[in-house]
């Protein structure tokens, strides 16, 4: 039923789940090498004159680190390289994700429909700085610093969905010990339920919270994300265990989308959710 592994076991050891995407990274890092050398500036005064130290210029240009898009633009203005690195700032920002979810970020910016089932934590579409943070900060084995705020850019820019036009489509179903656990502590817990609600409140979002005391839940597979793209064409990404498939065979995503509208019937409504949220904060 599986149409593609996003990562075979051989890709996944060659390339580690948390290695950024070498590929367009060190292309990009040539050329930037290329354009600065050309330009005649040494490392320092081109870091000067963008903003980054010496040390994180040679980081780009040797593809150790994935360039941030301010970075991107201000390079490409102040080499005078017309768009040459303007035109791979798109690839470059998929290479932020770990590799098993380049190709669904991809999917994301061509969504006219996505509905979310959160098992385990807060759907990155709906999560705060800070607790993006604490989520990428828990991980283990741990990842370093600079990964660890890669990572969190790269969720904070996949909410650009809200502000599309025309708006997609967006559905939530998240279990309640998820909007539990405080995750972060006590603030980063208040602000983003908060956060929840806030996003409950648009006209393209409904957001449901699946009771922990029901007595029947059809969900127990795990957390997934039903995608819908411009084309009509409807697949299905399931993620566990920093291993990802993307399923767009019809009986194999029809199975997900009967599973999910089971869900939507087992759970507290969107007012009921609302306000069992609210319940929540109230009890902060």
Do not use: W
Not at 8 to 14: L, T
Not at 118 to 147: C, N
Not at 159 to 175: D, G, K, Y
């Amino acid at each position: 039923m599986t149409v593609r592994d996003e990562e075979s076991a051989a890709q996944r050891q060659q390339r580690p789940e948390d290695e950024p995407g070498t590929g367009v990274v060190t292309a990009f890092g040539r050329q930037l090498k290329l354009l600065r050398v050309r330009a005649g500036l040494e490392r320092a005064e081109f870091g000067k004159r963008v903003g980054y130290s010496a040390d994180t210029i040679a980081s780009y240009e040797q593809g150790r680190r994935v360039p941030q898009p301010r970075f991107i633009d201000q390079a490409d203005e102040v080499l005078g390289a017309g768009g040459l690195l303007l035109a791979m700032k798109e690839e470059a920002g998929r290479a932020r994700y770990p590799a098993f979810f380049r190709d669904m970020a991809r999917l994301e910016e061509e969504a006219v429909s996505l509905h979310v089932y959160g098992a385990l934590a807060v759907p990155g579409l709906l999560q705060t700085e800070d607790y993006a943070r604490a989520v990428f900060a828990m991980r283990r084995p741990l990842l370093d610093e600079a990964t660890v705020e890669q990572r969190v850019s790269a969720r904070l820019a996949r909410q650009e969905i809200f502000a599309r036009s025309p708006l997609p489509t967006l559905s939530f179903v998240i279990e309640e010990s998820v909007l539990r656990r405080p995750l972060g502590g006590a603030s980063t817990h208040r602000g983003q339920l908060e956060e929840v609600l806030l996003h409950g409140q648009r006209r393209n979002v409904e957001i449901q919270v699946m009771p922990t005391p029901g007595s029947e839940h059809c969900g127990l597979g795990g957390p997934f994300t039903l995608i819908e793209i411009r084309d009509g064409q409807r697949m299905a990404y399931v993620e566990v265990q920093r291993t990802s498939r993307l399923y767009n065979e019809r009986d194999a995503v029809r199975d997900v989308e009967e599973q999910y509208g089971i869900l939507r019937a087992q759970a507290l409504t969107p007012p009921e959710s609302m306000a069992f949220v609210e319940g929540l904060l109230g009890e902060r």
